[in-house]
């Protein structure tokens, strides 16, 4: 069972009582994924189809609960690809259709009362925060899909209508969440990538168990990305460390041989030999060995001295 279906589901076991609320969801799930067919003398028939079971029970029920109708259930079996059951939900013509269709404001009707498909998502329904969060719970149910976070963090919803996916974006970028739309293969796709975006969303939606997931795979990620760069960090600094001990200790070995460890002053002399002595000690570690102990700028200015003094003996015998 994927990630988007176990959201799917717990969002389907979402209940109110409030009409309203109920009319918002409904209206999500048709503008994303109903079918309406309007034929002569005023006939109007809705059709919804939808391979998850706990979808389909939630739609009988909304129209059950609002209009005291019972929608049509067909079950097909896709041999063919070997996917799960598809349900269709018919509502047949009637005037409780007709009703359902204006209730939810996907038909529109002007003075003369002549009918049309209405393409965006109209004010009432979404005029505060609680018919916001039903609406996007339907929106999401009917089109959305959701990427399993341990892959990547991505959040979907397709529609075949540019105009709704622009509104459906602004929608979700209204409650102060970033969503971008694009095209693809004549659909268009409103989708968030933060998973921070995400959480908050599905929080909004009422999927918290599916919160809860998500943050616990977030946070373990987190967790192992934040120890890759800190182990990746100190072998950086552990090879940087190796280097730079090898290119000095390189530099004491030549000047020892061109020059003799008794022509050093006694300081360069004495951190010639704890190089020497120990090769893979830090800057930091060289200067606490010394007596007095000296700080790792000091310990650094001194090896400077030896490399520069192998510069300009390997200049004066044109080695360089």
Do not use: W
Request: aromatic share 6%.
């Amino acid at each position: 069972m994927s990630f988007s279906y176990r959201t799917k589901s717990e969002l389907c076991r979402i209940s109110t009582d409030k009409k309203d609320v109920m009319v918002a969801e409904l209206a999500g799930i048709i503008h994303s994924s109903g079918i309406i067919q309007i034929s002569g003398l005023g006939k109007y028939s809705l059709k919804l189809s939808t391979e998850n079971a706990p979808l389909a029970r939630k739609i009988f029920a909304l129209i059950k609960k609002l209009y005291n109708i019972n929608a049509e259930i067909a079950v097909r079996k896709n041999i063919r690809l070997r996917k799960n059951n598809n349900y269709l939900l018919i509502v047949p013509s009637s005037k409780d259709t007709k009703q359902i269709l204006l209730d939810t404001h996907s038909i529109s009707t002007d003075h003369e009362g002549n009918v049309d498909l209405y393409r965006g998502i109209h004010r009432q329904l979404v005029h505060n925060r609680d018919f916001k969060m039903a609406y996007l719970r339907g929106a999401f149910l009917g089109s959305g899909s959701m990427s399993d976070p341990e892959k990547m963090y991505h959040l979907e919803f397709v529609t075949h209508r540019k105009y709704y996916g622009q509104e459906l974006c602004a929608l979700i970028n209204s409650l102060g969440l970033q969503s971008k739309t694009i095209e693809r293969k004549n659909t268009y796709v409103v989708y968030m990538k933060e998973g921070e975006h995400i959480v908050t969303l599905l929080n909004m939606m009422g999927a918290h168990s599916a919160l809860l997931d998500f943050e616990n795979i977030r946070v373990y990620k987190d967790v192992r990305n934040n120890i890759n760069r800190i182990v990746n960090c100190e072998t950086a600094n552990l090879a940087k460390t190796i280097n730079a001990s090898m290119r000095q200790i390189e530099n004491i070995k030549y000047i020892d041989e061109v020059l003799g460890y008794k022509n050093l002053s006694p300081s360069l002399r004495e951190i010639a030999q704890y190089r020497l002595h120990y090769p893979d000690a830090s800057l930091r570690e060289l200067g606490e060995l010394l007596d007095p102990p000296i700080g790792k700028s000091g310990v650094n200015h001194r090896l400077r001295k030896l490399e520069k003094l192998a510069k300009d003996l390997r200049e004066e015998k044109g080695e360089v």
